[in-house]
């Protein structure tokens, strides 16, 4: 059997692969943490909490409404990203005025609330949201056996992130978003309706987070919980990034999914931990992130 | 005699609306707060349609603010503005822009996170009329050489044509500019003087602030000297030449 590093081929390709699915998910959560911080200013705390919601969203609309998978990837994002520009309008933009630390605290009790109203109704226990048939069983590439499923996640999360990348970059409500990040009184003075893209911003940060949930929905048990563990570790993925690019979030979710999962092969004990140790070495050595900007 | 005293008003009103152009611009006891600073005391001016006219003052002042308080960027206002004959107050900021208003801020307000090119198409038209990206390129042919570059890689004279330019294709036709002329090089600041009279000709009504009085004086049809955030002189361009030493005193130039 082909070994690398001491550790057979297919037990490192398959701790790879699964880094990189960790991986993808950081990066569609990070990515809409640094869009809503870029404009709001505002860390969201409910991040996590609203992907789960994606997750439950769209196992309780297969459940009771028999809307399937596929549906569910467009519907869910959409309709969780509606509501969430209800709270910007209705909470968030009233205290925009204060110090950001309110933002934080106002999104980390919304964050207690969702989970505290699920727990209500459905425990902690989770549930299992079904495959969709086509994307079972998986692959035999020969060194490695790959999943259906965690390479769909794989190319739909990159392929979002791409479009995330391009909407920004390269687009006139992209160039909007990033002129607002700077100087949105600016922005007004130009004529732009600021308000109304903060809240469209809002709505698309989070919808990220919900569509990353709905991907998440066959991989993990739902539950009320899913999202606030995770939730620690997209922070650390963030500082580790920074603030600064589009493309910096996504390589650096990816880049952190991978040394996780290596860490799982070579030293399992530092697995939970590794991210953290990285967030530090980089707070020391380049406080800003490694693709932010020194201030 | 109220009845008659008001026919009289109403006489000369006509007298004058009739031989002069109408007000675009009117500031009637604009009073203006940062907080609980209280930075413009009742400001009193009327800019009518395709003239150039300065704020002239100390650092300060009041000008910038003066500008700022009409575009609703400041705390809290009160007072009178009137643009086009629309009472601006109770205005949302950024519709009123869309009244046909530019402005250049005095830090020129360029974008690190967009190129050239993406500065420049970045303000919404804001009506129609505005110059073509064309005619924009051919009257600052240094920003077409660096339209790729990132906006804050220009020099200070090239990210000062850069905030102008970028207002004058969204077809407004009152342009606010604040110390455009600031720290720039003579030859930068004599082609920024031949745009403006170039922008003059074409109609554009222009409202300047400028510590460069000598950039000024020659262009503008009327000058307010701004202290302790009111007007306290106008002069027009006839009465400058009579009047020099007097404003030279004013700004303690």
């Known amino acids: 059997m082909t070994m690398i590093f001491g550790v057979p081929m297919a037990v490192f390709m398959g701790q790879l692969t699964l880094g990189l699915v960790n991986g993808a998910f950081y990066a569609l959560l990070s990515l809409g943490l640094a869009v809503i911080f870029g404009l709001l200013k505002i860390v969201n705390f409910a991040h996590g909490a609203q992907y789960m919601l994606g997750a439950f969203a769209a196992l309780l609309a297969f459940n009771y409404l028999g809307i399937n998978y596929w549906l569910a990837l467009v519907l869910v994002p959409l309709t969780v990203g509606g509501l969430s520009m209800l709270i910007e309008r209705f909470l968030l933009r009233r205290i925009a005025h204060l110090d950001h630390l309110y933002g934080l605290l106002l999104t980390f009790g919304l964050a207690l609330i969702f989970e505290g109203t699920l727990i209500n109704f459905f425990g902690v226990s989770g549930a299992r949201y079904a495959t969709p048939e086509i994307l079972q069983g998986g692959l035999n590439l020969g060194f490695m056996f790959l999943p259906t499923y965690r390479a769909w996640v794989l190319v739909a999360a990159l392929a979002m992130c791409l479009f995330t990348w391009f909407m920004i970059e390269r687009t006139r409500l992209g160039a909007y978003l990033r002129a607002g990040t700077e100087n949105s009184q600016l922005m007004q003075a130009f004529g732009v309706n600021v308000p109304l893209l903060i809240t469209l911003t809002y709505g698309f940060g989070v919808g990220l987070a919900a569509f990353a949930g709905v991907l998440a929905a066959p991989l993990y048990p739902v539950s009320p919980t899913m999202g606030s563990s995770l939730l620690i570790v997209v922070f650390a993925v963030v500082v580790i990034g920074g603030m600064g690019s589009i493309l910096g979030a996504i390589l650096t979710g990816l880049g952190m999914g991978v040394i996780e999962g290596l860490t799982k092969v070579y030293y399992p004990e530092a697995a939970n931990t590794v991210i953290f140790l990285v967030m530090i070495l980089v707070l020391m050595l380049r406080p800003a992130g490694l693709f932010g900007k020194e201030a | ?253």
Do not use: W
């Open chain 2, 1 to 253: 005699m109220i009845s008659e005293s008001g026919e009289a008003t109403r006489q000369t009103s006509e007298a004058s609306s009739a031989t002069r152009a109408r007000d675009i611009l009117k500031i009637t006891d604009l009073h203006a707060f940062y907080g609980e600073s209280h930075i413009l005391h009742g400001v009193n001016m009327n800019v009518k349609e395709g003239e150039l006219v300065t704020l002239l003052g100390r650092n300060g002042a009041g000008r910038s603010t003066t500008l700022k308080a009409i575009m609703n960027m400041v705390g809290r206002r009160s007072g009178s503005i009137v643009i086009g004959g629309k009472e601006t107050l109770g205005m949302k900021p950024h519709h009123v822009p869309r009244l046909g208003v530019g402005y250049c801020p005095e830090e020129r307000g360029i974008f690190a996170s967009l190129d050239v090119h993406e500065n420049l198409l970045l303000p919404p038209t804001v009506s129609s009329g505005g110059m073509s990206l064309d005619a924009i390129y051919a009257m600052f042919p240094n920003l077409h050489e660096r339209r790729k570059s990132q906006g804050t890689r220009l020099s200070g004279g090239e990210q000062q044509m850069l905030a102008m330019a970028r207002i004058l294709r969204t077809g407004a036709r009152i342009l606010l500019l604040d110390e455009i002329t600031e720290g720039l090089a003579p030859v930068i600041v004599q082609k920024l003087g031949e745009v403006l009279v170039k922008l003059k000709a074409s109609g554009m009504t222009i409202v300047l602030v400028e510590q460069n009085f000598r950039f000024a004086a020659p262009l503008a049809d009327r000058h307010f000297v701004m202290e302790h955030g009111e007007i306290i002189e106008e002069i027009s361009a006839l009465e400058l030449a009579g009047r020099r030493q007097h404003l030279h005193s004013l700004l303690g130039v």
